[in-house]
């Protein structure tokens, strides 16, 4: 941290004078985290337990505590490739399903390459199979 003293004037400086002894107090009277941890550990140690079975570890989960599940990541943003000249609303980056409005245009006869972004998205290869499902034969 750090404070511009210049900028503080009196009544500024002898508050943080103050806080910082108090501080400064507050710490000389606690012991040594060392002196603390082996303390823990002798009495722990007296009554049958181990640290890690009464406080846990990060690494291996309390022995009845639920699996934590890792933090789901973010998608990144997609730059939208098609876009309904009638409602600028309606976008789709081309990913996924395609959606209702899209469909309904290609039903009309339209291509889904008539309502590419122009200068940012290129037709795919196969515009007829955009947002269709695949479907297996079993055999």
């Known amino acids: 941290m750090q404070i511009d003293l210049q900028t503080l004037n009196v009544r500024q400086l002898d508050a943080l004078i103050a806080a910082a002894e108090k501080r400064q107090a507050r710490l000389a009277q606690r012991r040594g985290i060392a002196v603390v941890r082996a303390e823990l550990a002798a009495l722990a140690q007296s009554l049958g337990y181990t640290v890690e079975e009464l406080f846990g570890t990060s690494a291996v989960p309390a022995p009845g505590a639920p699996a934590k599940r890792a933090p789901r990541r973010k998608g990144a943003k997609v730059a939208v490739k098609y876009r309904d000249p009638q409602n600028r609303r309606n976008t789709w980056t081309g990913r996924g399903r395609m959606p209702r409005w899209l469909a ?5 006869g339209l291509s889904a390459a ?17 947002g269709q499902k695949t479907v297996f034969k079993a055999g």
């Open 104 to 108: 309904a245009k290609t039903r009309q």
């Open 114 to 130: 008539d309502f590419l972004v122009p200068g940012l998205a290129k037709p795919t290869a196969n515009t007829r199979a955009i």
